[in-house]
């Protein structure tokens, strides 16, 4: 009998755990109108424990999809603006005298937050963007040979423009693999537009969000997810796309070891996004072409492969690989 109860209680526990689950989601589109696709994706990462990016021109979402999402949860959350000015101290911060105790103290910057907003972040040079690279990796920051932990959970949903616009800077590669999804957020319909007009009359929902979910909630959220059974046969299914891409005559730079490995954790994520314990074959090849689009390289082209042509070879070369039955 006590086993039995057991099992009930680990039942409910996750059926909880669903249902916070589409709580966020449900918060996030009641703000972002006709986004609901896109708002899942930002959950894929938010549940594997990794970072987003989201790319489109200004003006169609991409900073009210960022505060949706942070402030649907119960977490310190910063927006930082990135600018060609902006320095790295600005972001992890730096030690200061004191000279009421004549020593150096550390003074935690804006990246000490659960959520931080890297809003326009290719706007800023690679030294300045690299200043996240150990955060978003290892969540840790080192300043003057210490090291300093990052509180869990820890997100970067970050923005940028397309590289074709003005005042902006490539990402580089290093920092590019950091990000699980690469996600473009596209113009609203025409219907979703109109109720955008009308519900931002009286000034911005998002400010009046309420959250949904505590940090413990979503790190509760982060285990189980790692417990979603992933059959073998999906496994192989995305080491022959992974294999693919490196073979690929379209392509100089293959998918790495880190990507096949993050693609995995988002499968999971997917899969119980829907409400699931174990993973199907879409639940990965719905997730290829935002996982692997930013990891991979074309044929004669050093550096800024526009995301529509990189999407649009990649799909072609996934469509090729049978999906397991």
Sequence with gaps: ????????????????????????LDSMSQVVLGKRDVSALCLVALLSGEHVLLE?????????????????????????????????????????FNSNTNSFEFVAGPIFNSFVLADEINRAPPRTQSALLEAMSDGQVSVDGKTHALDKPFMVIATQNPYEFEGTYILPESQMDR??????????????????????????????????????????????????????????????VIRATRESSQFSV????????????????????????????DDAKDLAVPVLSHRVQLHGVMQGNSRTELES?????????????
């Design 56 to 96: 489109d021109v200004p003006g169609v979402g991409k900073t009210l999809m960022g505060k949706a999402l942070a402030r649907s949860v119960s977490a310190e959350f910063c927006r930082v603006q990135f600018t060609p000015d902006l320095l790295p101290s600005d972001i992890v911060g730096s030690s200061i």
């Design 179 to 240: 990000f699980l999804l690469r996600i473009s957020m596209g113009y609203p319909e025409r219907e979703y537009e109109r109720q955008i007009l009308e519900s931002h009359r009286l000034g911005q929902p998002v400010e009046e969000m309420k959250a949904v979910c505590t940090t413990q909630d979503i790190l509760n959220i982060q285990k189980a997810v790692r417990k979603v059974t992933v059959e073998e046969s999906i496994s192989e299914y995305m080491l022959d």
């Design 313 to 325: 070879v990649l799909r072609e070369v996934v469509s090729k690989i049978p999906i397991p039955v």
């Design 1 to 24: 009998m006590d086993k039995e109860t057991s099992q009930a209680d680990a039942r409910a526990d996750t059926e909880q755990l669903y249902a916070s689950v589409q709580a966020l």
């Design 254 to 281: 293959g998918v790495s070891t880190r990507g096949a490995l993050l693609w995995y954790r988002a499968t999971q994520a997917n899969a119980f996004i829907a409400g699931r314990d174990f993973a199907i074959p």
